[in-house]
């Protein structure tokens, strides 16, 4: 099983407990019923069936997505969860919808 090169002493307790499993519940918009409502995307799975599919690579990353890079890297396992990219740039794009129209605290890091 694959991992990422970075941070792995991190990533690998909140794969653990996410069961190597997206953790997504909707927050990328996608109510997700084929999973029971959470993502079904697991690491290292196949992602869909025929020429579309792919790798997923899990990450784990804050459950606020608009939470700045600089701050998820002193967040502990416990205040991360498993995403797969397409959950987690679906809900950041959301969140970043719901923020008002100049966040102060949001400003600058965030990488567009
Ligand atoms: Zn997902
Ligand atoms: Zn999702």
Same mark, same amino acid.
């Given at each position: ?15 653990? =407990? ?9 927050? @990328?918009?996608?109510?997700?019923? *084929? ?13 869909? *069936? ?10 784990? &990353?804050?459950? #606020?997505?608009?939470?700045? #890079? ?11 969860? &498993?995403?797969?990219?397409? @959950?987690?740039? &679906? ?5 970043? *919808?719901?923020?008002? =129209?100049?966040?102060? #605290?949001? @400003? ?5």
């Amino acid at each position: 099983m694959s991992e990422p090169l970075t941070a792995v002493d991190t990533w690998r307790p909140v794969m653990e =407990a996410a069961g190597y499993r997206c953790q997504c519940e909707g927050e @990328c918009g996608n109510a997700h019923t *084929k999973g029971d409502g959470r993502c079904p995307h697991e690491h290292d799975a196949y992602a869909g *069936k025929g020429q579309r599919g792919r790798w997923v690579r899990l990450m784990a &990353a804050p459950a #606020d997505p608009l939470t700045t #890079d600089l701050a998820a890297v002193r967040l502990p396992a416990s205040e991360l969860r &498993a995403w797969c990219p397409d @959950c987690h740039t &679906a809900a950041a794009r959301l969140a970043r *919808k719901r923020l008002p =129209a100049a966040p102060a #605290d949001q @400003c600058g890091l965030f990488d567009l």
